[in-house]
Structure formats: structure tokens, C-alpha cells
């Protein structure tokens, strides 16, 4: 799992990825909406695919049957990793 240290708050991933995950946390957000707004084809930032793979968000289905309808939550490992960044040198 993503750990924040010193060095860590170096790395442009690493900050991008708390980034997306306050987005995240702000308000309720939809699979598509995540999409449009975090789909890249840059292959070193890969924000939507590490946050999946670290098990830092997942998929809700909702009401609405549609993949796009569903909504994207932050899992208690994504909730650590955004406390930890804003208690320490990524969040200051």
C-alpha cells in the first residue's frame, strides 16, 4: 500500500492520487463522472487504476442499472491514506 513519507510527497503520483482521492471524498461521485474527469492514457499517471489496485476506492451499484449510474467510494484504506497525507507532508 501507498505510504506517505517525506520522499513520497516528492512523487508526483503520490500527490495526484490524494488529490483524486479528496476529490472523491468531497461529494458523492458516479462512475462516469470519475471517468471524465480521471481517465488519462499517460501510462505514469495511472491514478484511477492505482486507487483500484491499492483498494483505495470501489464500485457502489446504486438504484440505477447502468455501469455509469454506479457510484465510486473511498474504502477505510482510502480514508487512511487521505488522513495520513493530511496530517503529514503531502497535506501541509
Known amino acids: 500500500m501507498l505510504q506517505f513519507t517525506p520522499s513520497a510527497s516528492a512523487d508526483p503520483a503520490a500527490l495526484l492520487l490524494v488529490q483524486f482521492l479528496a476529490w472523491v471524498a468531497d461529494q458523492p461521485r458516479t462512475y ?20 483500484t489496485a491499492e483498494g483505495l476506492v470501489r464500485l457502489e451499484a446504486g438504484v440505477e442499472a447502468t455501469q455509469g449510474g454506479t457510484r465510486v467510494a473511498l474504502t477505510g484504506a482510502g480514508c487512511s491514506v487521505l488522513a495520513a497525507s493530511a496530517e503529514g507532508p503531502v497535506g501541509r
Open 32 to 51: 462516469d463522472e470519475t471517468m471524465s474527469a480521471w481517465r488519462t492514457s499517460c501510462p505514469r499517471l495511472q491514478v484511477w487504476e492505482d486507487a
